[in-house]
C-alpha cells in the first residue's frame, strides 16, 4: 500500500514537472550573456585603471585628505537596498513559456521599488557633490578631490545605465507581457549587483586612500 502511494505521489511529481515551461537557451541568449560580462570586464578594468592612478598619484607632496559626506552611506545602504528588492522582483514574476517573463502586481512593485532607490542612490551622490561644493572642495580643488568627483561621477553613469534597463523593464511588462525574455532580466540583474558590488570598493578606496 506504502509503495503504490509513493509511486502515485512521483507520477503526479513528474506530470507537474512537464507542465512548468522549459527554457530553451538560444544563441541570442548566450550573445546578451557574454555581452553583459564582456561589458562588466571593460568597466573593471578602466576602474582598476583610475586605482593605478591613484596610487601612483597619491605619492606626491601635494596630496591631502579629506572627509567624506556622511550621504554617502546613507546612498550605500539605498544601492545595496535595490539590490535586495529586485531580487525579490525576480522571485515574483512569473516564468512562462518560452522563457518569457510576464508582470504580476508583486513583482512590479519591487521593481518600481528597485528603480526608486536606483534614482535615490544617484540624487545623494548629487548631495554629496553639492555638500562638498559647500565647504570649498571643486573638482579642481586638490589632486584627492579629482579622484573623488571623477571616481564617484563615472559610477553615477553606469549606475544611469542600469536604471535605463529597469524603466525598459517596467514600460516591457506593462505594456506587452509575456514578450520580455527571460534572458534581458537577468542581464540586469548580473549588471544591477556588480554596480552595488563596484560602490563598496569605491567607497572603500575613498575612505582609505582620499
Not at 84 to 89: I, K, N, P, S, V
Not at 105 to 118: D, H, I, Q, S, Y
Request: proline share 2%; charged share 10%.
Amino acid at each position: 500500500m506504502a509503495s503504490t502511494t509513493a509511486v502515485t505521489t512521483q507520477a503526479k511529481t513528474l506530470s507537474q514537472a512537464a507542465r512548468r515551461p522549459r527554457v530553451a537557451t538560444t544563441s541570442g541568449d548566450r550573445a546578451s550573456r557574454s555581452g553583459i560580462w564582456v561589458g562588466i570586464f571593460a568597466i573593471t578594468m578602466s576602474f582598476m585603471a583610475f586605482t593605478s592612478a591613484l596610487f601612483v598619484r597619491g605619492g606626491s607632496l601635494d596630496w591631502g585628505h579629506m572627509v567624506l559626506p556622511a550621504i554617502l552611506y546613507w546612498n550605500t545602504l539605498a544601492l545595496l537596498a535595490s539590490g535586495g528588492t529586485f531580487e525579490l522582483a525576480r522571485r515574483r514574476l512569473e516564468l512562462v513559456g518560452g522563457g518569457k517573463v510576464q508582470s504580476g502586481e508583486r513583482g512590479m512593485f519591487w521593481l518600481v521599488a528597485t528603480l526608486a532607490l536606483g534614482i535615490a542612490f544617484c540624487v545623494g551622490q548629487y548631495a554629496a557633490w553639492q555638500d562638498l561644493r559647500a565647504q570649498g572642495i571643486y573638482l579642481a580643488t586638490n589632486p584627492n578631490s579629482s579622484f573623488f568627483y571623477l571616481l564617484t561621477f563615472v559610477h553615477v553613469l553606469h549606475v544611469l545605465g542600469g536604471i535605463s534597463a529597469f524603466l525598459y523593464l517596467l514600460v516591457r511588462l506593462a505594456v506587452r507581457p509575456g514578450v520580455l525574455r527571460r534572458s534581458f532580466f537577468e542581464n540586469t540583474a548580473i549588471y544591477w549587483h556588480f554596480m552595488g558590488v563596484l560602490w563598496l570598493y569605491l567607497l572603500l578606496l575613498c575612505r582609505t586612500k582620499l
